[in-house]
């Protein structure tokens, strides 16, 4: 029932804090708030907003309905309650003299309802968010899912007066169609263009500094012989001062041969080199039109994560028919609207993914599928710079579903977290419910009003940890990676 919320500094990130994070704050009080008018349970106010307060917008069956000078989400405050504890009794007569004052003629503790109404009311906020979370993905099927709808082929290199390189297409340009139709992986492209036998062609293209697809006419020349493919390695990147490095090995250059002999991509390559750490060997390298060698020697005990060379590499293939060199390029997606069946569906599986993939997260610590940058725990100011990322691709792209997908699993994030068991939380309230029905009896409010307030005030430390954490190592830094 307690949400305590920091401004965001960053301008790109207050925008996604106020559109993400205020609103889902106010849904889980909204639900709390809504449990209590079921279970009879007295609330003295519903605020927007932290005190002090702003002005009294109005009262409605003894609720007071305010509005609050700090923007921090909200809050519900029942009879018999300061938010995180139960208070004592002098507390509890001194708010239901208050409340009486309104007109009210009866009036309902929490403590005075029963255990099953108190556990509706303590989880019904999380329930808010896990309902809106349904609505909102539900409401991403009903836009449109991705669908697959082919392939695509970035070119790595075209021979010079080749057909293709006479057409215009160019080292780093991806190919998105051959004669409007789409391919399902490079292999299905190559065949398409073999099999037009002089028929013009038409190439659809991606270029990097072009907004839009450029189209490209030629007419195919390919001669009649079936040269086939040649397997590579592409370099993808480059450890500074590894032998790779030292040997004056670039991202982009394409391993042709190793000591002489043509290599058969990846794996290949990969294993001669284990074969030959700590002996000198020759590369055969492609930067271009210009074609070289570079001798280096690959370490026998590199630094973990490293390699014997200090590279990285991707497949990369050349087809001497046509003279181009390329590797396999991105899936291309259509969104396509689904029925409400689906919709449905998909709202309720998507819930189910987030949950259990955050329960899922320390199995996966412990056994190395995630590091701990990858796992770490991410505050409010976190929230804001992955949500202000997930706004601007939503508005670049003219996809609504980008951002509302996102608000949707921090809702169901937000509503699993405060089911922990943990003081202070609503999972922690429900704790000591469970606890009073297999006693017979409730603990002293004195008692778990202590454990409440040093719960929350352990939540806000940790809190400030990671917000500083978020501050000066910004999650998004480790999301482009």
């Known amino acids: 029932m307690f949400n305590f919320l920091l401004g965001n500094d960053p301008l790109s990130g207050i925008v996604a804090f106020f559109l993400v994070l205020i609103p889902l704050i ?12 079921w279970a009879g349970i007295t609330v003295l106010e519903f605020g927007i907003g932290f005190p002090p307060r702003i002005a009294r917008l109005f009262t409605w069956r003894g609720t007071d309905f305010t509005l609050n000078w700090l923007p921090l989400g909200g809050f519900v405050r029942p009879l018999g309650d300061d938010l995180v504890r139960p208070l004592d009794e002098e507390s509890v007569e001194k708010d239901r003299s208050e409340v009486l004052q309104r007109n ?83 292999a299905d492209f190559l065949n398409q263009l073999h ?20 189209t490209l006419t030629f007419t195919p020349d390919f001669g009649s012989s079936a040269a086939g493919t040649s397997n590579y390695a592409q370099i993808a ?5 590894a032998p790779a490095d030292q040997a004056g090995i ?22 001669l080199t284990q074969a030959n750490a700590g002996s000198e060997v020759t590369i055969t390298i492609q930067r271009g039109s210009e074609i070289f060698d570079v001798s280096l020697t690959p370490r026998t005990n590199p630094p973990e994560g490293q390699g014997a060379m200090g590279i990285v590499i991707w497949p990369a293939f050349a087809d001497a028919q046509t003279g181009l060199t390329y590797r396999e390029g991105f899936v291309q997606e259509e969104y396509v609207p689904q029925p409400v069946g689906r919709a449905v569906e998909f709202g309720l599986e998507r819930i189910g993914f987030v949950i259990s993939t955050t329960v899922s997260i ?5 056994s190395g599928a995630l590091t701990p940058d990858e796992a770490r725990p991410v505050s409010i100011v976190g929230v804001s710079q992955i949500g202000a990322v997930a706004l601007q691709q939503s508005i670049e792209e003219g996809r609504p579903g ?4 996102f608000i949707a699993m921090i809702s169901v994030a937000l509503g699993f977290f405060n089911l922990l068991p943990l003081p202070a939380l609503d999972g922690g309230r429900i704790l000591f419910v469970l606890i009073e029905i297999v006693r017979g009896r409730p ?27 978020d501050v000066l190592n910004p999650i998004t830094n480790l999301i482009s990676r």
């Open 104 to 186: 009210v003629q009866q009036t309902k503790t929490v403590n005075e309802a029963t255990p099953f109404q108190r556990i509706v009311f303590m989880a019904a906020g999380a329930f808010a968010n896990f309902a809106l979370a349904f609505v909102l993905f539900a409401w991403v099927a009903l836009i449109g899912l991705p669908q697959p709808k082919g392939g695509s082929v970035e070119v790595v290199h075209v021979a010079p007066g080749s057909v293709l390189a006479e057409a215009g297409l160019q080292a780093g340009d991806v190919v998105l169609s051959l004669n409007g139709r789409n391919f399902e992986d490079t």
């Open 443 to 469: 603990i002293a409010p004195e008692r778990e009003g202590l454990v409440h307030l040093v719960g929350l005030a352990l939540l806000l430390s940790l809190s400030v940890v990671f917000i500083l954490n």
């Open 237 to 241: 990147g480059l450890v500074p001062g």
């Open 402 to 405: 980008v951002i509302l997908n």
């Open 362 to 366: 320390p199995s996966q610590l412990i």
């Open 26 to 37: 106010l849904i889980h009080e909204l639900g709390h708030f809504l449990a209590a008018k």
């Open 195 to 214: 099999s037009l036998q002089g028929a013009p062609g038409t190439l659809t293209i991606q270029r990097a500094d072009q907004t839009e697809p450029l």
């Open 250 to 271: 670039k991202p982009g250059d394409i391993v042709m041969a190793f000591n002489g002999a043509p290599i058969q991509g990846l794996d290949n390559f990969r294993e």
